[in-house]
């Protein structure tokens, strides 16, 4: 398996940018897909997921900026992230994690692949 993220760049504050992660080796229309980020010297943090069946959720500061969505016909995870700040600058990584529950799980260890990450830099 396989994911490769992208739509990566620089965007300035206020702007919008948004992600993919096309999967390979694997149709993943029953796992959730999520996506993390890692900012410098800081851990890498739950951003938002998706689960198999449709349930979102997303970590609060990103709540009303960003949507999360997959096309499972493309095998592809998308990461819509509007009203872009200066703290949102990170690696941003997809995940995907196999299981049979439709409860998303925000643990970096619950997923069982990654993507290569895509840097996403806010600023003027």
């Known amino acids: 398996v396989q994911l490769q993220a992208s739509g990566g760049g620089l965007v300035q504050p206020g702007g919008s940018l948004t992600l993919s992660c096309q999967a390979s080796?694997?149709?993943?229309?029953?796992?959730?897909m999520a996506w993390f980020r890692q900012a410098p010297e800081k851990e890498r943090e739950f951003v938002a997921a998706?689960?198999?069946?449709?349930?979102?959720y997303y970590v609060d500061s990103v709540k009303g900026r960003f949507t999360i969505s997959k096309d499972n016909a493309k095998n592809t995870g998308y990461l819509q992230m509007n009203s872009l700040k200066p703290e949102d600058t990170a690696v941003y990584y997809c995940?995907?994690?196999?299981?049979?529950?439709?409860?998303?799980?925000?643990?970096?260890?619950?997923?069982?692949?990654w993507g290569q990450g895509t840097l996403v830099t806010v600023s003027s």
């Open positions: 998706i689960s198999w069946d449709g349930s979102i």
């Open positions: 995940a995907l994690r196999q299981t049979i529950s439709s409860i998303i799980r925000i643990s970096s260890g619950q997923y069982d692949y």
């Open positions: 080796g694997r149709t993943f229309s029953r796992d959730h």
